[in-house]
């Protein structure tokens, strides 16, 4: 479940009509293409919250809170701007970063939810574990040996600077194919890879929940531009 020429994200709030546009594609002429790999994805609890797109993961935990706020934010972070050095018409796109992740919910449910937090580094409702309401930052300084919130927690890792937080913008899914494989389905845009989801990424290596994960798909894909869409693509627009 890995790469191919083309992705295709078929995004909707009924599940009859999605179905019915994958069987469209399906029955195209497929003389010059195959599907490579293909996966069903929902957002449970989907919703937009203080400006942000939430839902909640298979894993009882909310996810969105580390997203901008605003709009214009959100696409500063995602779309290639003019003076990056890409070509024109390139400006405008976005890269976007797809990662199948499977997760182990069975060892994951026997820890309590106090260690669950502690591995992720929020509640599950998204409140930060010293206290700090959720929309506004927490000061890990005041924390430097990671008492309150581990030094190998997920938010502590992927978001260090508070002031500077990773250049990308996350929109993931939730899947379940029975048989005990769940996990997500980790997509996200940004304007730059490097700056993006691989600096992420690398500080995520030595993460608590690492020992949970097993990547077992995913890509890298250009958007080319497409304008207001956008506003769709990350969901402002419900
Ligand atoms: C199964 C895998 C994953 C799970 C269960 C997970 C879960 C979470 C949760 C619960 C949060 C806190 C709420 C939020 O801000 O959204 C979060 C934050 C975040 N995650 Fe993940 N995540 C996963 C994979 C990834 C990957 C692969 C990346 C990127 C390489 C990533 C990057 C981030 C970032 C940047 C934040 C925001 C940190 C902040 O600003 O505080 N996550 N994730």
Request: hydrophobic letters at 30%; charged letters at 30%; a negative charge.
């Amino acid at each position: 479940m890995s790469h191919g020429d083309l992705l295709v994200h078929i995004v909707g709030n009924k599940a009859a009509a999605i179905r019915k546009a994958v069987e469209r594609i399906r029955n195209t002429d497929s003389a010059h293409w195959t599907i490579r790999w293909h996966i069903e994805g929902s957002r449970p609890d989907n919703r937009v919250e203080d400006g942000r797109s939430l839902a909640r993961n298979p894993f009882h935990f909310t996810e969105g809170f580390g997203n901008p706020d605003t709009e214009r934010e959100s696409l500063d972070r995602a779309l290639i701007p003019s003076d990056q050095n890409e070509p024109q018409w390139a400006v405008g796109g976005s890269y976007q970063v797809v990662r199948i992740i499977r997760f182990a919910t069975d060892l994951w449910d026997k820890d309590s939810v106090g260690e669950q937090e502690r591995i992720v580094g929020r509640k599950r409702d998204g409140r930060w574990l010293d206290g700090t309401p959720v929309d506004e930052q927490p000061n890990f300084a005041t924390d430097p040996t990671g008492r309150l919130t581990p030094l190998d927690s997920h938010v502590r890792l992927a978001a260090p600077d508070r002031r500077n937080p990773p250049p990308i913008v996350r929109r993931s899914y939730s899947y379940d194919k029975g048989n005990d494989d769940k996990g997500i389905i980790f997509s996200c845009f940004q304007r730059d890879l490097a700056q993006g989801f691989e600096a992420v990424q690398k500080r995520l290596e030595g993460e608590s929940m690492a020992k949970y994960l097993l990547t077992t798909g995913g890509g890298y894909f250009f958007v080319p531009p497409h304008g207001d869409g956008w506003l769709d693509a990350l969901s402002y627009s419900g």
